[in-house]
């Protein structure tokens, strides 16, 4: 079976510091991972997906993501973050074996400080 | 391109009544899709997957005679809550697969249902 793991429920960081949120993932091959982003209220929107060859995904505003099996690791990362990336951010994973469906971790709530 | 659209966004409800949200593929054709419920401040869980032409599969833990869904078209996808309960109430979220290798997951906006 798959899970995900988010350790951080809330993570606080000021405007124009870097972010990492961490995703620990559990299955047996090699899945399909993703971050997802959603704003309150709001449905989900993609920042990346990894589903094989390179293991440093770049995803839309500004969002980097990287692989790493040795960990079952996929933490989100990005360099510099806005006072509109204020939002809670999911890691997915997914596998075609399983039907394509997705398994979401908790969930980091992301609260950027001025 | 890869639309998806609920509606309602939002719904209230008496108790015993039943609701009927949908969920279209604005710009894609989607032989499945995948219905979610989220708590205020928790994840997704995912209810049932639609798969069209054919009956839903639900999730362990799931009411399937609770939670009715039909997926009659390629584009469409519905989900009724009967017999509403005010622990029916949550944020309902739809998502579409795409096809052609990408193997992505579209989301609707969500449907917020209020039971009174």
């Known amino acids: 079976a798959q899970s995900v793991t988010q350790p951080d429920i809330h993570i606080t960081v000021s405007e124009g510091a870097s972010l990492e949120l961490r995703c620990n993932y559990s299955?047996?091959?090699?899945?399909?991972l993703f971050w997802y982003v959603q704003s309150p209220g709001q449905g989900l929107q993609l920042l990346l997906k990894?589903?094989?060859?390179?293991?440093l995904v770049q995803g839309i505003k500004g969002f980097e993501a990287e692989f790493k099996r040795s960990q079952s690791s996929f933490n989100l990362r990005k360099p510099s973050v806005h006072w509109s990336d204020a939002a809670e951010y999911f890691c997915?994973?997914?596998?075609?074996?399983?039907?394509?469906?997705?398994?979401f971790g908790g969930g980091t709530r992301v609260l950027v400080k001025p | 391109g890869a639309v998806v659209s609920q509606h309602p966004s939002w719904v209230i409800c008496k108790s015993g009544t039943s609701v009927k949200i949908e969920c279209r593929s604005l710009?894609?054709?989607?032989?499945?899709m995948f219905w979610y419920r989220q708590f205020p401040k928790q994840s997704l869980m995912l209810m049932a997957t639609?798969?069209?032409?054919?009956?839903?599969?639900?999730e362990q833990g799931v009411e399937k005679d609770k939670f009715l869904i039909n997926h009659a078209s390629l584009t469409l996808s519905t989900l009724t809550v009967t017999s509403a309960h005010p622990e029916d109430s949550s944020f309902y979220i739809c998502?579409?697969?795409?096809?052609?290798?990408?193997?992505?997951?579209?989301f609707g906006p969500g449907t917020r249902l209020t039971v009174t």
């Open positions: 998502s579409a697969l795409t096809s052609g290798g990408s193997y992505e997951q579209y």
């Open positions: 299955y047996g091959a090699t899945p399909y």
């Open positions: 990894y589903f094989s060859g390179d293991t």
């Open positions: 997915a994973v997914g596998a075609i074996a399983a039907g394509n469906k997705l398994t």
């Open positions: 710009d894609f054709q989607a032989t499945t």
């Open positions: 639609s798969n069209e032409g054919s009956k839903a599969t639900y």
